[in-house]
């Protein structure tokens, strides 16, 4: 079961460089219970280096948490904990129910990112229920995954997959591929896209 460490001044949530204290919280059957407590010395940290040094030293102490929660968490040490990979969520209460809603939203956020990543390595045309036949939305693609480029969704597939026709959404015809001289391109606009039907040209 994931745990949550719970950064608070003697029990009451307040910003995390005024913070004293860390609950670690399991979750036993229904109940969030806190498992380990540990005091700490407020952060007094008054350039960067100090500041992010003594941050890290707390954090040593929210040890395999996968989320912390605070008042409040900005500036460098939301940068120390976020780049350890910490879920970080602020509140002005720790109860059962915020405990719950903090692991509905990782869960919700890692099936999220699974489902992305999936998308970007699958990222290519399908084919239609007509064999041979193929059809991309580079334009949804691309609105959900912005880092998937035209080339990175095409090439793999125009070089490797034999197809008779490959239909394609697009907000522009790619230069490389208006450029590429082995395929025949047929283009009608509609709705704001381009709709392009591509087949390979004939000897």
């Known amino acids: 079961m994931e745990k949550i460490?719970?950064?608070?001044?003697?029990?009451?949530?307040?910003?995390?460089?005024?913070?004293?204290?860390?609950?670690?919280?399991?979750?036993?059957?229904?109940?969030w219970k806190a498992v380990r407590?540990?005091?700490?010395?407020?952060?007094?940290?008054?350039?960067?280096?100090?500041?992010?040094?003594?941050?890290?030293a707390i954090m040593t102490l929210a040890e395999d948490a996968k989320a912390v929660?605070?008042?409040?968490?900005?500036g460098i040490?939301?940068?120390?904990?976020?780049?350890?990979?910490?879920?970080?969520?602020?509140?002005?209460?720790?109860?059962?129910?915020?405990l719950d809603g903090m692991i509905k939203d990782i869960e919700?956020?890692?099936?999220?990112?699974?489902?992305?990543?999936e998308m970007i390595q699958n990222a290519g045309p399908?084919?239609?229920?007509?064999?041979?036949?193929?059809?991309?939305d580079l334009v949804q693609l691309q609105a959900?995954?912005?880092?998937?480029?035209?080339?990175k969704a095409l090439l793999p597939f125009l070089s490797n997959t034999p197809f008779l026709e490959l239909q394609l959404v697009c907000a522009h015809i790619p230069p490389?591929?208006?450029?590429?001289?082995?395929?025949?391109?047929?283009?009608?606009n509609g709705n704001g896209k381009v709709h392009l039907t591509i087949t390979r040209k004939q000897c």
């Open 5 to 31: 460490a719970v950064f608070s001044k003697d029990q009451e949530l307040v910003p995390f460089q005024s913070c004293n204290r860390v609950e670690i919280f399991e979750k036993d059957g229904a109940q």
């Open 37 to 56: 407590t540990a005091s700490f010395s407020p952060i007094t940290g008054n350039t960067m280096e100090k500041l992010r040094r003594e941050t890290q």
């Open 69 to 74: 929660l605070c008042r409040e968490l900005s």
């Open 77 to 98: 040490p939301f940068s120390v904990f976020n780049q350890k990979g910490y879920c970080i969520f602020c509140s002005e209460k720790a109860d059962q129910d915020t």
């Open 108 to 117: 919700e956020s890692d099936e999220k990112r699974r489902r992305k990543e």
């Open 126 to 136: 399908v084919e239609t229920q007509t064999p041979g036949i193929y059809f991309l």
């Open 144 to 151: 959900e995954c912005p880092e998937v480029s035209s080339k």
């Open 176 to 188: 490389w591929l208006e450029t590429a001289d082995s395929y025949e391109k047929k283009v009608c």
